[in-house]
């Protein structure tokens, strides 16, 4: 299910678009000029088989993507198994008459590519991209896993222990997961089957069978259900050829294609549920309301709206809630608009101390300000610029096109509807904005849903909510002509086509000078898309914090966006969305920074008021008070997340009282203590000009850059920085830490160590290490607690190695009974890679890893920012991809693990392996990273330096945990 389609189909072709900044800094009140952006420029052909094919050729970029998007999602769940369609993707990942398991997989990794999968409401689609050379191979692999998948009761089983296993992670153990994955569709729909999870239950994935599976396959996975889009550098006849020579043999099926025509009623009376549930440190609210169809014509307006209601710090949910009244500690909307009806949420997590019921009201209060009221023409134009702004992000890359495009197929039935969906949204006017308002979203066609803490229940029983009897579903009629397939033999099998000639890719060429105050400025020119990013980042991370006030450097750079000399918080959120970008400000452990994305026509007022947050930071008390709030409120979440909390005591026992051993963000004891000269000692002992860089990235020439940065920071005056020793790592004794976490729906498991610096001369060696380990969905983890025995959703590794030695971690989630299965396969792996030489190709993965913060999906700028912060890690400008190649494989660094539960507010569209998420407001649910795979480690663990971590509901025989916070076990 699609949380939020803002990004998606704006993200299409755009066309020209009047910038209106309006109220913003004195530069921009100038004359706008237009930024246009060319519409898609594809080409599109039906096969006789009915499978239609797009091209989108960019010859700018050395890699392809490869996407199928399948006309089925969980929509077409059969009648008593909801999840359905969710657990075949997972499914098609196995093996074909001539791919055995995970093949696809190593097609992509082992070349430094990537794939992946979704599941939605209305489509499934999986999508790969790879270095262009290898276009060939993929649609090899797309073609036969459409035409002859095999599934076996093995694989069948193996899969769906997983699928439960991401099921328990995503709605069981984390907090509101059921919220936002069960709760939100129940009580949105009463008749279209949208109004089951996308996820499923188990017990509907128990009911699920092989025969199932199969009939499932051959009733949907056809090739006139199914649009093929290939885009990225490649010779459109070359491209011809290969589609004609694997999918157009595919036969189409004589039978239709069962279709769901259920019209969900118009809600005329208001619903009011309440719950209480555990795993739940806050209250939360949460109200929705009826969409039109995607394709409507209302779509724009209420595009609009959500951009006025929730578009950033300057939206009136932020602003007015988070912000000024302190009510919630998060705040943010879903536009979900699908094939049919869709839902439009307004969700909002309370701030510690404050009730449910003052929520719901100011959230009720904000919907009928838009119904009553006009919007001004600043935040129209406000919500419009930065629509466009986010539309040229999500263009940055071949994927992201195919994307979009694929979207407007299979959703609106037009390849060219987001092109005039964007059209009409700067046609919006405010009565357009009010009307819609007025239409859709009255007190008498909510729903809303009261999210309680099971402690709060004291004996009251609350509402139950569940799908609607009244919800028509169909059972799934299995064709009579199933073809059941085999894998062909050695012999029969037929080869994948080998890869053609490289593409050699273009690594942008960074430019560095220095001002004459010490500050260096470096320029990456990149003139693909009108945007630009710029990052101050200076050595001030958390390392720095003073003992016992951990959180000291993360609430001093936060504070950086709220409140200057010259500017409020508000008058700062106000300029820079009027100029259609964004800002933030954060820290790491060794860095701080400052960034803004803008359009590159308002390049010099965005860098104006960039220069201001980094120079002249007020830090004024009651903003002090309000980030530190929101901060406690944030961890209360994370300490009801087993992964989250199973990191943080990883990261304690490894180093103690130490700043690395303390969470970056504070704590609720450490917190508290922090004041104000606490604030402005920390800035002001790092933020300087001869300890910063500024980073521009985008659409301006490296001489006007630096011209402009000359402009604004040359006077910035110079001065010392402070530094800290670090202490030596004392050596560790092994121990097994348990947290009792009650009624948790997984265990967090983390076994960690200390790692290195980034300047070891084993880094490099440590990325391929790392990427052996537990980096990809083909790692030596993944594959013995996912692939062979289920037990998890994914497992993965990370080295975070920083400027002082940082820390090497292994880690998944499981259920709880499983914790003390996976802790061994987790050690043995860690021990078994210090015996042997691993495959070269697993640098490939590490290659594409760091290839890929280069030029990522949709993220190039935000992963330039990443860079710069690691500078002050470095003290030089970042060498790319090309030290991965120099390492020997069988020169053996350790291993590390990833750990990372994303956002507190997960989307309901499933992922087989990572997922996607809006990003959130306030900060309540920032979570602790739970599974990934950062580069490098450096030596293999030994037994007597290795901490193992546990968090989860664990009261079995093999723990005897007591209930309390937390158990050490020798």
Known sequence: MRLTRTALYLSAALLPFAAQAQQAAPAAQQQQQQIAVAPLDFTERTLPNGLKVYAIRDTSTANVSVQVWYDVGSKDDPAGKSGFAHMFEHLMFKGTRNLVDEQMDRLTEDVGGYNNASTASDYTNYFEVVP????????????DRMATLVVDEKVFASERDVVKEELRSRVLAQPYGKLFYVYFPNISYTVHPYARPGIGSIEDLDAANIDDIRAFHATYYRPDNAVLVVAGNFDPAQLAKWVDKYFAPIAKPDRPIPRV???????????RKTVYEPNTPLPAVLLSYQLPPDNDPDL??????????SGGENSRLYRNLVYRDQLVAQADTFLDSRQSTGAYAMYAILAGGKSAEDGEQAMRREIAELRDTPVS???????KNEILTSALKSRETAEGKASTLAASIIIDRDPRHSDRQLADIAKVTAADVQRVARKYLGDNQSAA????PDAMAQGAKGDTVAVADTVKVAPLVAPKDIVIHTAASEAERVAVPAPGAPVAPTIPNAVETKLANGMRVIVVEKRDLPIVTATVVSPAGGAKDPAGKAGTAALAASL????????????????????????????DWDAAFATVTVKADQVEPALTVLADVARNPAFAQDEIDRARKQTVDGVTVQLENPAALSGIVASRAVFGDRAYGNMLSGSPTSLPRITRQDVVSAYGNSWRPNHSALVIVGDIGSKDATTLAQKLFGDWQRGALTIQASAAQPALAPRVIVVDLPEAGQAGVVIARAGIARSDRDFYAAQVANATLGVGFTSRLNREIRIKRGLAYGAGSSVDARRAPGIVTASTQTKNPSAPEVVKLIAEEMTRLGAAPVPRRRARIAQGGAGRQLRPPDRTHRRHRRRARRLCRRRRPPRHAAKVYPVDPGRRSGSGAGSGQEGARPEQRQHRRGRRRKRVRGRAAQELPASGGDPGQRAQPRQRDVEVAIGGALATTWFRVPHQMLRFVS
Do not use: M
């Not at 724009?300 to 209601?309: K, N």
């Open 132 to 143: 262009a050379n290898h276009l060939e191979r993929l649609l090899f692999a797309e073609a």
């Open 377 to 383: 023409a600043a935040e129209l134009a406000e919500a």
């Open 300 to 309: 724009p307006a209420l595009t609009v709206l959500d951009g006025i209601l």
């Open 560 to 587: 950086l966006t709220k409140g200057t000399a010259t500017r409020s918080a508000e008058q700062i959120a106000q300029q820079i969305r009027s100029l259609g970008g964004s800002i933030s400000a954060g820290a």
């Open 261 to 271: 025509t259920v019209a969900e009623p118009p809600r005329t009376t208001a619903v």
């Open 449 to 452: 849903l009261i999210y309680l």
